[in-house]
Every structure is written in C-alpha cells, then in structure tokens.
C-alpha cells in the first residue's frame, strides 16, 4: 500500500481553489469549494479512481483501495500538506 498526500492549492485568476491527491501510483486534483472536508473528499476520488482501475484490469474481489484511513498533518505551517495512511478493516 502506499499512502497519499493531500495539498492545498490556491486560487488563480482562471481556476478556482483545488486539492491535490498524489501518491507514487498517481494523482487527481479536485475542486476545494464544497461542504466537507476537500481533503477527504480528493483522496477518496483518487482511491475511486484507482478502485475502477483495479477492477478493469484484477476484477472487484481483489482491491485493497477501500481499507479505513488516518491522516495526520507534516510540519509545514499554514496550509500545511496531510498524509494519509490505510490502517486496514473495511
């Protein structure tokens, strides 16, 4: 397994504010403007994405995506990025 990292990224003049979800298998970007945390939201979007997938490529019994997460912040200051690990369980 690997685990995922999530950061914030502002708003520009053409885009609005987004958050970055990456991990060495890949990434997906998301908006930020919604009512839960855009965090979980973006690294449930790539787990989706990765689920689809593994289900194409090894059929649905055999993903271990959906595993329960914790995230905990790095040391960065405002803004700071997450990490988020799968601690296994359903």
């Known amino acids: 397994m690997q685990a995922i990292v999530t950061r914030f990224l502002p708003a520009t003049n053409t885009k609005g504010s987004r958050i970055k979800a990456w991990c060495e298998r890949g990434a997906i970007i998301v908006s930020a403007d919604c009512e ?24 649905a019994n055999k993903n271990p995506w959906s595993c329960r997460r914790i995230y905990g912040g790095l040391p960065k200051g405002v803004g700071a990025d997450y990490v988020w690990v799968f601690v296994g369980g359903q």
Do not use: S
């Open 36 to 59: 839960t945390d855009p965090h979980e939201m973006a690294v449930k979007a790539l787990v989706a994405k990765f689920v689809k997938e593994d289900e194409k490529r090894y059929g």
